[in-house]
């Protein structure tokens, strides 16, 4: 069964803290994903990488970066957290083009 | 850029009505489409495409689309709503020309009543 995890369900942190949000993926994908969920919003992409160590902007990268080490894993930073950050974080992996992206259960992040 | 509009905050329906929600898009080049479901307090779960061919196309759990090139439409039907069905909905649209990069609407929540 195809899976993809998020390191944590819920988050709190304080503003001002370096954040660090992980995914990985068992699907051997090449792209993988991070969107925020907001009400009313949608799913907003903020960053996206299609191959390790590569890495395209989404519609809403400022305050984020992001790490692709290996194949597997995508990692999202908040450098210095604020509290318009608050939100649901969901990652999310494909194969090839035009494919169907598989979601992890996102994390639910807020920002005091 | 790319656009995607469900103009429904929610939609309500009797258990064993059909039921509708509504998305159109805007694209440069051939658009490719997709819906989404979100269960509560889960991740979104694919139901289905439209990439190319026939028009209407068949997705999990007994859900249609229909794919209207001239009205810039993909709405998602079902013949006989469940209260199973009850979720938020999510369309999604790409193109040749954005590769990989969907770009989701605000989501419509579907309310199935006994």
């Known amino acids: 069964d195809v899976k993809v995890t998020q390191s944590s369900r819920y988050l709190v942190k304080r503003t001002g803290e370096k954040v660090f949000l992980e995914c990985v993926q068992d699907m051997d994908h090449e792209n993988m994903f991070w969107y925020r969920q907001d009400p009313g919003l949608g799913l907003r992409l903020i960053y996206f990488s299609y191959d390790v160590k590569m890495k395209e902007k989404g519609d809403i990268p400022e305050g984020y970066s992001v790490s692709r080490e290996k194949k597997e894993r995508f990692s999202l930073i908040l450098e210095s957290a604020s509290t318009n950050q608050t939100s649901m974080y969901l990652c999310?992996?494909?194969?090839?083009?035009?494919?169907?992206?598989?979601f992890g259960p996102g994390t639910r992040l807020t920002v005091l | 850029a790319q656009s995607v509009a469900q103009p429904e905050d929610q939609v309500n329906v009797a258990e064993g009505n059909p039921l509708t929600v509504k998305c159109t898009y805007s694209v440069s080049g051939n658009p490719y489409l997709f819906w989404y479901v979100q269960y509560p307090n889960r991740g979104l779960q694919f139901l289905l495409k439209y990439i190319t061919g026939d028009n209407l196309v068949k997705g999990s759990y007994g859900f249609e689309a229909e794919f209207n090139k001239s009205q810039t439409s993909f709405h998602l039907k079902k013949p006989s709503a469940l209260v199973s069905d009850s979720a938020l909905y999510f369309c999604?649209?790409?193109?040749?020309?954005?590769?990989?990069?969907?770009?989701f609407g605000g989501g419509t929540r579907l309310m199935v009543k006994p």
């Open positions: 999310a992996s494909s194969g090839g083009y035009y494919n169907e992206q598989f």
């Open positions: 999604a649209v790409t193109s040749n020309n954005a590769g990989n990069m969907l770009t």
